[in-house]
């Protein structure tokens, strides 16, 4: 083995590139580094055995590539780097933040303790079994309407509401006070209506006029 064929080696061992093509079925991409653009290389990934993670690599992306004994024909994409192109999301010293193509971003800052999730279209969580969520206060907003499919919803203690409307009946028990207001059934106010056919002794009033 000559000098330089050497050096050839040791220089490849470690290089800086950027990806130029990606192919997510085949789980390989092309990076171009100097004036060389590699074969089809994998990626390396956070977890790939029975607890597996995915997040390809993009054109324009700048890596890191190994090749094993310094032969390109070996060589994969060990990490990424941030570039002029691609600058940092965050400058937080202890965040875990992740910012996607769409805008959308996942981040944990623990110096508020605060999980934010912003720039998303739609989220779904399916639980085969239960789903707990504790706190001192929760605030879900709509702008058009929640949705509960299901036959039963419980609240173990007050519910305030501005207004309610109740479309199939059933059942009221305990003690209800009431102020501020009229209840009307069936055309009845209950608090003003009036009754014909009064008369002293033990016969009955007519129904509400």
């Given at each position: 083995?000559?000098?330089?064929?050497?050096?050839?080696?040791?220089?490849?061992?470690?290089?800086?590139?950027?990806?130029?093509?990606?192919?997510?079925?085949?789980?390989?991409?092309?990076?171009?580094?100097?004036?060389i653009?590699?074969?089809?290389?994998?990626?390396?990934?956070?977890?790939?055995?029975?607890?597996?993670?995915?997040?390809?690599?993009?054109?324009?992306?700048?890596?890191i590539?190994?090749?094993?004994?310094?032969?390109?024909?070996?060589?994969?994409?060990?990490?990424?780097?941030?570039?002029?192109?691609?600058?940092a999301?965050?400058?937080?010293?202890?965040?875990?933040?992740?910012?996607?193509?769409?805008?959308?971003?996942?981040?944990?800052?623990?110096?508020?303790?605060e999980?934010?999730?912003?720039?998303?279209?739609?989220a779904?969580?399916?639980?085969?079994?239960?789903?707990d969520?504790?706190?001192?206060?929760?605030?879900?907003?709509?702008?058009?309407?929640?949705?509960?499919?299901?036959p039963?919803?419980?609240?173990?203690?007050?519910?305030?509401c501005?207004?309610?409307?109740?479309?199939?009946?059933?059942?009221?028990?305990?003690?209800?006070?009431?102020?501020?207001?009229?209840?009307?059934?069936?055309?009845?106010?209950?608090?003003?209506?009036?009754?014909s056919?009064?008369?002293?002794?033990?016969?009955?009033?007519?129904?509400?006029?």
């Amino acid at each position: 083995m000559t000098l330089n064929e050497l050096e050839r080696l040791i220089s490849n061992l470690l290089r800086v590139g950027v990806v130029e093509e990606v192919d997510t079925e085949k789980m390989v991409c092309r990076v171009r580094t100097g004036d060389i653009l590699t074969d089809w290389i994998r990626w390396g990934a956070d977890r790939a055995g029975a607890g597996r993670s995915w997040w390809a690599p993009v054109a324009g992306e700048q890596v890191i590539i190994g090749a094993v004994n310094g032969e390109l024909t070996t060589a994969f994409v060990l990490c990424s780097l941030y570039s002029d192109a691609n600058g940092a999301p965050s400058h937080s010293a202890q965040a875990m933040h992740k910012t996607f193509s769409d805008g959308a971003v996942i981040e944990y800052e623990p110096e508020t303790g605060e999980l934010t999730v912003t720039g998303i279209q739609k989220a779904t969580v399916n639980a085969a079994q239960k789903i707990d969520a504790t706190a001192q206060e929760v605030t879900v907003t709509a702008s058009t309407q929640i949705n509960f499919n299901t036959p039963k919803v419980v609240c173990s203690d007050n519910l305030t509401c501005a207004t309610l409307n109740v479309e199939k009946g059933g059942e009221m028990t305990g003690n209800f006070t009431h102020t501020r207001g009229s209840i009307n059934s069936n055309g009845v106010t209950l608090h003003t209506h009036k009754h014909s056919g009064v008369e002293r002794g033990n016969s009955n009033t007519d129904t509400p006029v």
